[in-house]
T-cell receptor, first 117, second 111 residues
Framework: DVKVTQSSRYLVKRTGEKVFLECVQD?????MFWYRQDPGLGLRLIYF???????EKGDIPEGYSVSREKKERFSLILESASTNQTSMYLC????????????????FGEGSRLTVL | GQNIDQPTEMTATEGAIVQINCTYQ??????LFWYQQHAGEAPTFLSY????GLEEKGRFSSFLSRSKGYSYLLLKELQMKDSASYLC????????????FGSGTRLQVQP
């Protein structure tokens, strides 16, 4: 089975702090994504990466950056956390071969619930 | 822009059938996905449609009409464990590999 692991399930940070959210996948997938999930707004794409060292902005990149130094790891960085970044953050991965190859489904981690005070 | 609409909440009775609708307007189309998400857990993949018609997978079926920009997820023989949010997501035709998600439908199954 594909496993996407997010390092922290729950975090509480203060306004202005730098926050790192880590995500690791074990299926050698090329593509990785960061979404945030908020009630009534669904999942919104923050950043994505199709390859090591490569990153692209999603629909709501403001206030975030990412790092992909290794294929299996995709990190989301909040340079200076703000209260409006309190949310559930979901990492996902996608491969071009099995098991994603036929449908292109995304595999999600358990999520990191971040509270910024 | 991209727009995906689905009802916010639905309630159904154990053992019954429920249909969750999804309409979408996207820049091209390259597949529609349904995910299930229990509270506090990761979304898990349920179904995928890229051609018109019905895809059946056990108690769950998903239908797609590309000309109408419409899909539904049909859940039969509802069980209490089916209480969850159901997310409709589309891969558009721009070559972007990410999925665009609707806001989700929260289904409550009652005894």
């Amino acid at each position: 089975d594909v496993k996407v692991t997010q390092s922290s399930r729950y975090l509480v940070k203060r306004t202005g702090e730098k926050v790192f959210l880590e995500c690791v996948q074990d299926m050698d997938h090329e593509n990785m994504f960061w979404y945030r999930q908020d009630p009534g707004l669904g999942l919104r794409l923050i950043y994505f990466s199709y390859d090591v060292k490569m990153k692209e902005k999603g629909d709501i990149p403001e206030g975030y950056s990412v790092s992909r130094e290794k294929k299996e790891r995709f990190s989301l960085i909040l340079e200076s956390a703000s209260t409006n970044q309190t949310s559930m953050y979901l990492c996902a991965s996608l491969g071009v071969g099995p098991p994603s190859g036929n449908t292109g489904e995304l595999f999600f981690g358990e999520g990191s619930r971040l509270t910024v005070l | 822009g991209q727009n995906i609409d689905q009802p916010t909440e639905m309630t159904a009775t154990e053992g019954a059938i429920v249909q969750i609708n999804c309409t979408y307007q996207t820049s091209g189309f390259n597949g529609l996905f349904w995910y299930q998400q229990h509270a506090g857990e990761a979304p898990t993949f349920l179904s995928y449609n890229v051609l018109d018609g019905l895809e059946e997978k056990g108690r769950f079926s998903s239908f797609l009409s590309r000309s109408k920009g419409y899909s539904y997820l049909l859940l039969k023989e509802l069980q209490m464990k089916d209480s969850a949010s159901y997310l409709c997501a589309v891969r558009d035709g721009t070559g972007r590999r990410a999925l665009t998600f609707g806001s989700g439908t929260r289904l409550q199954v009652q005894p």
